[in-house]
C-alpha cells in the first residue's frame, strides 16, 4: 500500500483526468486535417455577410480599427465586396471615433432593457435594427467578432466556402492568440496555448452538437436563425453555449458544422484580466447548467469538476515533487565546501557520483507507478500517457499561437522551452479561476438561497 496520503490523493486524482486525456488525444489525431481550412478557391457566388463587431468602447479599445482594417484588406485580397461591417457599441462617442472607418456603428440604447445583460443586450439590439433594415433573411449571414479579433485571407475565403457547400446553418474556426504576443504578460500569453489546443474539440462539437463549448466570436451564423433564437437568456456570462445549446433543440444535429477559417486575437495582457476572464467563463457556465437536458449536464459537470480538481491535483503535486526533489537537488551541492577567505573546495567525482545515483533514493515520486506490487504497470503507462498529453497540448497550442507572429525561430525554439519548464505552473494558473469560481458560485447561491447573483461583467484590456 501507498503509506503517503498527499500521494495516494494525487494518484487518484490523476486517474480521474485518463478520460479526458484519451478524449483530447483521440480528437487532436482525428481532427487535425480539417481544424483549419485548407482546399480553398475564389468561386463567385456571394452571399450578403455582416462581420459584426461588438464591444464595449471603440474609442476606449483601439484595437477594434484595427479589426475593421483587416476585414477591408482580406475582402479586397479575395475580390469579395457583398459585405458590411457592423460595430455594435456602449459608447455613444465610437461614432465620432469611427467616423473615418468604412463601417456602420450601432449605439445600444441605454433605456433598452431586454431580458439579457451586457454583450448578450448588445447582441439582441443587433437582432431588432436588422430587423427594422429586414436583414434578418437567409439570405444573410452573420460574422460575430470580438474587440481584438483579426480577420485574415484564409477566413474569408472559409466562411464563403462553408455558405457556398450549405454545410449548415451555423459553424465556427479556430481561434489563435499570436497578436500582442511579446507585449502581454509572458505567463499569461504562454498560458493561452491551451485555449488554441482545445479548438480541436471544437470540431467534433460542432459536427456533433449541443456544443459544450462555443466561442461567441469565429461564429458565422445566417441571420433569420439568429433573430428566432435570440439572445435573451437572463442574467448569464455564457450566452454563447446557451445560443449554441438552443439552435441544437430548435434546428437538430445536422444544423451546424466546421468553417475552417482561422480569427486571430490576443491573450489577456496581465494576470489579473487573465483570472477574471476564466472566471466569467466558468460562473457563465454554473448558470447554464439548469437549463441543459441530463446527459448535456452530466458533460457540463464533469467538464467543471475536471478543471476544479486540476488546481488540487496540481497542488498536491507540485508540493509532492518539491517536497521529494528539493533535498536531493540540495544535496548535489552538499559537497561543496567554501570559507570565509573565499578558499571554495569541491569534490568533482564525488559530486558526478551523486549525480549517477540521485534517482535511486527510496522517496522516488514515480516509484508507485512501476511497483507491480501496488500498481498494475498497464495502469502506470496510462497515467503516463495523460501526462504526456497534457504537455502536448501546451506545446502544440503555442506552435499554433506563435505561427502567426513575426517573433524569430531561435526565440520560438526558447518559448517552447520555456513552456515545458514551467508547464506545472501553467497549469496552476490556468485551473485556479475555476477552482475559486466555483467555490464563489455555490457559496453565494447558499447565502441567497439558490438564487443566483448575477455576476459583473469585468471588461479586460485590449
Known amino acids: 500500500m501507498i503509506d503517503n496520503p498527499a500521494l495516494m490523493i494525487a494518484m487518484i486524482l490523476w486517474i480521474f483526468f485518463i478520460p479526458n486525456a484519451v478524449k483530447l488525444f483521440y480528437r487532436f489525431i482525428r481532427n487535425n486535417r480539417q481544424f483549419i481550412e485548407k482546399d480553398l478557391r475564389r468561386i463567385p457566388n456571394d452571399p450578403k455577410?455582416?462581420?459584426?463587431?461588438?464591444t464595449k468602447s471603440a474609442t476606449r479599445t483601439s484595437v477594434v480599427k484595427r479589426g475593421i482594417r483587416s476585414i477591408i484588406d482580406s475582402c479586397k485580397a479575395t475580390n469579395y465586396s457583398k459585405y458590411e461591417i457592423l460595430v455594435v457599441t456602449e459608447d455613444s462617442n465610437d461614432e465620432n471615433t469611427l467616423r473615418s472607418m468604412p463601417c456602420k456603428v450601432l449605439c445600444?440604447?441605454?433605456?433598452?432593457?431586454?431580458?439579457?445583460?451586457?454583450?448578450?443586450?448588445?447582441?439582441q439590439y443587433a437582432i431588432l435594427h436588422r430587423r427594422k433594415l429586414k436583414q434578418q433573411s437567409s439570405d444573410h449571414w452573420i460574422f460575430h467578432m470580438d474587440d481584438e479579433s483579426y480577420v485574415v485571407t484564409q477566413t474569408v475565403l472559409s466562411i464563403l466556402k462553408f455558405i457556398r457547400e450549405k454545410r449548415g446553418i451555423a459553424s465556427e474556426g479556430p481561434i489563435f492568440y499570436p497578436l500582442k504576443f511579446e507585449k502581454a504578460n509572458r505567463i499569461t500569453a504562454l498560458a493561452e496555448s491551451m485555449r488554441s489546443f482545445g479548438c480541436f474539440e471544437c470540431v467534433t462539437h460542432m459536427h456533433n452538437p449541443p456544443p459544450i463549448h462555443m466561442h461567441g466570436s469565429n461564429l458565422l451564423v445566417r441571420s433569420d436563425v439568429e433573430d428566432k433564437i435570440g439572445w435573451e437568456f437572463g442574467p448569464i456570462l455564457a450566452e454563447d453555449q446557451r445560443f449554441g445549446y438552443e439552435l441544437y433543440k430548435k434546428y437538430g444535429r445536422n444544423s451546424m458544422g466546421w468553417h475552417g477559417g482561422i480569427l486571430l486575437e490576443q491573450p489577456p495582457l496581465n494576470i489579473k484580466d487573465h483570472f477574471m476572464q476564466r472566471r466569467r467563463w466558468v460562473i457563465g457556465n454554473l448558470q447554464n447548467i439548469e437549463n441543459f437536458s441530463k446527459f448535456f449536464k452530466f458533460r457540463l459537470i464533469y467538464k467543471c469538476t475536471s478543471f476544479f480538481l486540476g488546481f488540487v491535483s496540481g497542488v498536491i503535486s507540485l508540493g509532492l515533487a518539491m517536497y521529494i526533489n528539493i533535498p536531493k537537488a540540495v544535496s548535489v551541492?552538499?559537497?561543496a565546501s567554501f570559507?570565509?577567505?573565499?578558499?571554495?573546495?569541491?569534490?568533482l567525482f564525488v559530486w558526478l557520483d551523486r549525480i549517477t545515483h540521485i534517482n535511486s533514493s527510496y522517496n522516488e515520486i514515480f516509484r508507485p507507478l512501476t511497483d507491480i506490487q501496488i500498481f498494475d504497470s498497464t495502469l502506470a503507462l496510462?497515467?503516463?500517457?495523460?501526462?504526456?498529453?497534457?504537455?502536448?497540448?501546451y506545446q502544440v497550442g503555442l506552435y499554433l499561437n506563435l505561427k502567426y507572429t513575426k517573433i524569430g525561430w531561435l526565440k520560438r525554439i526558447f518559448l517552447h522551452i520555456q513552456t515545458l519548464i514551467l508547464a506545472p505552473f501553467l497549469g496552476l494558473l490556468e485551473s485556479f479561476p475555476a477552482f475559486y469560481s466555483v467555490i464563489e458560485f455555490y457559496f453565494h447561491k447558499l447565502l441567497r438561497q439558490n438564487k443566483i447573483k448575477s455576476y459583473d461583467f469585468y471588461v479586460i484590456e485590449k
Do not use: E, H, M
Open 382 to 393: 496510462i497515467l503516463l500517457f495523460s501526462w504526456l498529453v497534457w504537455l502536448l497540448s
Open 333 to 335: 551541492f552538499s559537497y
Open 339 to 347: 570559507d570565509w577567505n573565499n578558499n571554495i573546495g569541491f569534490d
Open 108 to 123: 445600444v440604447d441605454k433605456s433598452f432593457s431586454p431580458n439579457a445583460i451586457k454583450k448578450a443586450r448588445a447582441l
Open 49 to 54: 455577410i455582416i462581420f459584426q463587431i461588438t
